[in-house]
């Protein structure tokens, strides 16, 4: 089974800057596109960034291009949301997710693996 492990959330002001980073457990996924989610209570899970398994291809949601950018390290497993200028409407739970597919799909749907989230909290 496995297992997706998020960390690098916490409390920052606007204007400030967050790394998320995933960890997972296996290299099964390595040749997959991984994504990064976000979530606040009430709303549906909304797509952030995806990157290929090559990370030569990304795509980004449109609120959040050109301040974070989605990095992998296939060597370690690891799939990296580097987080700037944020905004107090950046506050939500965010999670990282394996796809089934090789091309950076955003629809959560096409992400069956999940991490459990981490909370990033932008105060005004």
């Known amino acids: 089974q496995v297992q997706l492990v998020e960390s690098g959330g916490g409390l920052v002001q606007a204007g400030g800057s967050l790394r998320l980073s995933c960890t997972v457990s296996?290299?099964?996924?390595?040749?997959?596109?991984m994504g990064w989610f976000r979530q606040t209570p009430g709303k549906e899970r909304e797509f952030v960034a995806a990157i290929n398994w090559t990370g030569d291809s990304t795509r980004y949601a449109d609120n959040v291009k050109g301040r974070f950018t989605i990095s992998r390290d296939n060597t370690k497993n690891t799939v990296d949301l580097q987080m700037n200028s944020l905004k107090p409407e950046d506050t939500a739970v965010y999670y990282c997710?394996?796809?089934?597919?090789?091309?950076?799909?955003?629809?959560?749907?096409?992400?069956?693996?999940w991490g459990q989230g981490t909370q990033v909290t932008v105060s005004s």
């Open positions: 997710a394996v796809s089934r597919f090789q091309s950076t799909v955003s629809a959560p749907s096409l992400y069956p693996y």
């Open positions: 296996t290299r099964t996924f390595s040749t997959n596109t």
